[in-house]
């Protein structure tokens, strides 16, 4: 059942080698609005964590400063067992990040957004693997289009590749199916499963409850920049996980 926000005093005392990212105590402050009110999650390294909520419930902020672009006001985070605060750079190299908006450049086509990220994190022999993600997400024949052209949909599919194509230790995934068709979700889960398999460790933020059960296993319900429930993904499922989502968010 879902059970209210508790620090797990055992998770202190787990093995780097699995833990993939460890977060206790983040507050994200804005003048005098906190965004992140002091939340704690822990996610394994091929596990996959659901951030859920309402739309500002602090699920995009926990994600940017997981993924080092935004500094935490407090706290402590580390990411691939880099700590933000110190090295931001080495947490972006470490991380795959599809932010919620914005993230593509207007006028370059898809293949150069992974040219450009390819050069930027070394990678050789890329290019086998660039074809088939952009053939899997259904981009193939727009490899070569510049994306101001492109739909909302296909613009989110082109982000979550991008953030999965390195392979990272920790994939971050802000909104990954909105306005996404049901091909390009399942697209996604693929994708998100063959990196938990390969060791990876997710975090997908959505307020879509259903896909949330379908990509994770864990959940974090958050309301005004705090947890206020955690539970196993499978028991989010249904009419009866929906009926306690809703609870939660009032």
């Known amino acids: 059942m879902l059970q209210p926000p508790s620090v797990d005093l055992d998770t202190e005392l787990e093995s780097t080698a699995v833990t993939a990212v460890d977060v206790t105590g983040l507050r994200v ?12 999650l822990t996610v394994r390294a091929g596990g996959a964590l659901a951030l859920i909520g309402r739309n500002g419930a602090g699920k995009s902020t926990t994600l940017r400063v997981l993924a080092g672009v935004q500094p935490p006001t407090e706290g402590r985070v580390r990411v691939a067992g880099i700590d933000v605060r110190r090295d931001p750079i080495a947490v972006k190299r470490a ?14 086509s898809p293949w150069e957004h992974l040219q450009l990220s390819a050069r930027l994190r070394g990678l050789v022999g890329w290019e086998p693997r660039a074809r088939d993600l952009l053939e899997r997400f259904d981009l193939g024949t727009a490899a070569h289009r510049v994306t101001t052209g492109f739909s909302h ?7 979550v590749l991008l953030a999965a194509f390195h392979s990272p230790a920790v994939l971050l995934l802000d909104e990954p199916f909105d306005g996404v068709d049901p091909l390009g979700v399942d ?14 460790a997710v975090l997908v933020s959505t307020h879509l409850l259903e896909l949330a059960v379908r990509v994770c296993d864990e959940a974090i319900v958050l309301r005004g920049g705090r947890v206020v429930g955690t539970a196993a993904a499978d028991e989010l499922a249904g009419a009866e996980g929906a009926q306690r989502y809703r609870q939660l968010l009032q």
Do not use: H, K, W
């Open 29 to 40: 402050r804005f003048d005098a609005v906190d965004a992140v009110a002091g939340i704690d």
């Open 95 to 108: 991380t795959g990040y599809c932010p919620d908006v914005g993230g593509l450049v207007p006028r370059a």
């Open 153 to 159: 949909g296909m613009g989110r599919r082109l982000s």
């Open 187 to 200: 697209a996604t889960i693929d994708l998100v499963n063959e990196l938990r398999a390969a060791g990876s």
